[in-house]
């Protein structure tokens, strides 16, 4: 069936440089792809990168099945869903950055170099070490990049075993819409610039990376933008991510 109309995304993305596309995995088409130069431009991945490190992680058997857990250090932060035990599916789930950067030591920084040349994953810069590099720090990844590396993980054609593409498939599903529509995704949400993410003057970075499907139709989508102004939205970027793609799937005639 053909596709619902573009949606207007100089509207959607008020206030925001942004970017969304859209790829068709059973057409083998690029369909949407809304600013050439914002989609080309290589930013933090923040927490969409949890999503190669799952694939890393179950590969290298440190997570085994997504009942794999971590003990909860003590440490109190400001999201209270973090501040507990974790399994795999809830550091999925709830973005727990501390799970993150315990499972980059026990990888080591030569086999996550490794995974992420496998994987041509942005700009492949560790420098800014093992537990924060994907932080608003030195690995840097464009919209169409991971866009690349969606349909490479989606069609399981990314250098790991069966297993860890089964579990990390089954950790990022979203949810199911109303219409029948099956989303899988990850959040990501950094601070932009000297500002940092915890100010009320700063400017946010919102990704929304993920696969969406219904039926025998079946599509990979990237929507990230960088706040313009302060938004008067205190959720966090990733969240707001969510909710454009929800909306613009949805005007599409995809969600």
Request: with cysteine; hydrophobic share 40%; aromatic share 12%.
């Amino acid at each position: 069936p053909a596709l619902a109309g573009e949606p207007d995304f100089a509207r959607i993305f008020t206030g925001r440089d942004g970017c969304f596309e859209l790829y068709d995995l059973k057409t083998n088409t690029l369909v949407v792809r809304s600013d050439p130069g914002r989609c080309a431009l290589r930013t933090s991945p923040c927490s969409t990168f949890k999503v190669p490190l799952s694939l890393m992680a179950f590969d290298a058997g440190i997570l085994t099945d997504k009942g794999s857990s971590m003990t909860w250090d003590g440490t109190v932060t400001s999201r209270d869903v973090w501040n507990r035990d974790q399994t795999a599916a809830t550091w999925m789930q709830n973005s727990v950055v501390w799970f993150s950067q315990r499972l980059t030591p026990l990888l080591g920084m030569d086999k996550v170099k490794m995974y992420l040349s496998r994987f041509d994953y942005g700009n492949q810069d560790m420098t800014g070490g093992l537990t924060i590099a994907w932080l608003s720090s030195s690995l840097a990844i464009s919209s169409d990049e991971q866009l690349l590396f969606w349909e490479r993980f989606w069609r399981e054609e990314l250098p790991v075993s069966k297993h860890a593409f089964d579990v990390t498939k089954a950790i990022t599903l979203v949810d199911t819409s109303a219409s029948g529509w099956t989303l899988h995704g990850k959040t990501g949400s950094g601070g932009v610039g000297s500002g940092g993410p915890n100010q009320e003057s700063a400017l946010w970075l919102g990704w929304f990376v993920g696969h969406v499907a219904r039926g025998d139709r079946e599509y990979v989508f990237v929507t990230t933008y960088t706040d313009r102004v302060v938004s008067r939205d205190r959720r966090p970027a990733g969240w707001i991510a969510r909710d454009l793609t929800k909306k613009i799937l949805t005007k599409m005639g995809l969600y």
